[in-house]
């Protein structure tokens, strides 16, 4: 709206003097003023989203210190840089004046010097390690978990560094020894069983990925790796127990592509042609493929009955139109 206003100002002034050189001029500040009263609006925005974490971690007993920490490093890291940055021209509060708000109130809480239970710490600690082994380099992942380091943390980041770089039957030996470090944990027998999946043995592979799934059954995306497992094991008696975990998997990934092209499969070697084509449908509208997707909604209310759940699944995916840039 400012910038609108700005604009027509500008355009009013040159109309008005006689001269229009002044009006290209009162053009570019007018909309100079507007982005920057958005950006204005941003940093607000991002302003009151710092305090609101501080208010959320206090409400849950926990010490915003590591978040006043983040942003110190983030300004050590920038410090140079942002000397030569306009703070009014940026969409975030710069580093430092994100400290000066959080810093305070961060201190003002009881919780300030509290640390994490040591069990919150190490679960952190290993989801760290599963970050860093599946999107590092590995020479990356080599410097932040050395051989010398023979933590869980580490041998888990190594363990995923080895799967994806390196030698995979060594890589699901030593996900063996995780596992007999720690047998509950869902996470080791998953990575147990994605080794197995993606070397080809998808059989194998079930067994790894079941109890991962029993001890962690909220976890939708170990839920859809058991169900590729049992459809890619060729062994047309699991498939129901597939289209089952499949299922209950999409309830709590309702986005994943991957889910639905495997319950696609399913359908299919069970020669169920409505909801197979509906799973594919799901599948491409879900990869962004909207044209792909609309045709095989269509073809999949050919054999579903009309106005069932699945039917009016399709329509929707039918009805849907390309969005406009």
């Known amino acids: 709206i400012v910038g609108a206003a700005g604009v027509a100002a500008g355009a009013a002034t040159g109309g008005c003097s006689g001269t229009g050189e002044a009006a290209p001029g009162m053009l570019t500040a ?107 380099r590995a020479d990356a992942i080599m410097r932040r978990y050395p051989p010398s ?73 170990i839920r859809i790796m058991l169900g590729h497992a049992l459809v890619a094991s060729g062994n047309n008696a699991v498939l129901d127990e597939a289209i089952r975990e499949l299922r209950l998997a999409l309830q709590r990934e309702p986005e994943a592509g991957d889910g639905y092209r495997q319950l696609a499969i399913a359908y299919g070697r069970k020669n169920d042609r409505g909801q197979a084509d509906l799973a594919s449908a799901q599948a491409a509208y879900y990869s962004g493929d909207l044209q792909t997707a609309r045709g095989l909604a269509r073809r999949a209310q050919g054999s579903l009955p009309t106005g069932s759940p699945g039917w009016l699944i399709a329509e929707d995916i039918y009805n849907q139109r390309p969005r406009r840039n």
């Open 30 to 136: 007018g909309a100079q003023i507007g982005m920057r009263s958005l950006l204005s609006y941003q940093r607000g925005e991002e302003a009151a989203a710092d305090r609101a974490a501080i208010n959320y971690l206090n409400a849950t007993g926990q010490s915003a210190k590591g978040m006043v920490e983040t942003f110190r490093r983030l300004h050590n890291e920038t410090m140079f840089v942002a000397r030569h940055v306009d703070p009014y021209a940026v969409s975030h509060p710069m580093p430092a004046d994100r400290i000066a708000i959080i810093d305070p109130l961060a201190r003002a809480s009881p919780h300030y010097g509290k640390t994490d239970p040591p069990a919150l710490d190490a679960r952190h600690q290993l989801a760290r390690a599963k970050l860093a082994g599946f999107l590092d």
């Open 149 to 221: 380091d023979t933590s869980l943390p580490a041998r888990y980041a190594r363990t995923i560094q080895m799967f994806r770089f390196g030698d995979r039957n060594r890589a699901a030996a030593m996900a063996d020894d995780l596992i007999r470090t720690q047998p509950n944990n869902p996470y080791f027998h998953e990575i147990k069983g994605q080794i197995l999946l993606e070397t080809g043995q998808p059989a194998a592979a079930m067994g790894p990925l079941r109890r991962a799934v029993s001890l962690a059954p909220n976890a939708g995306l």
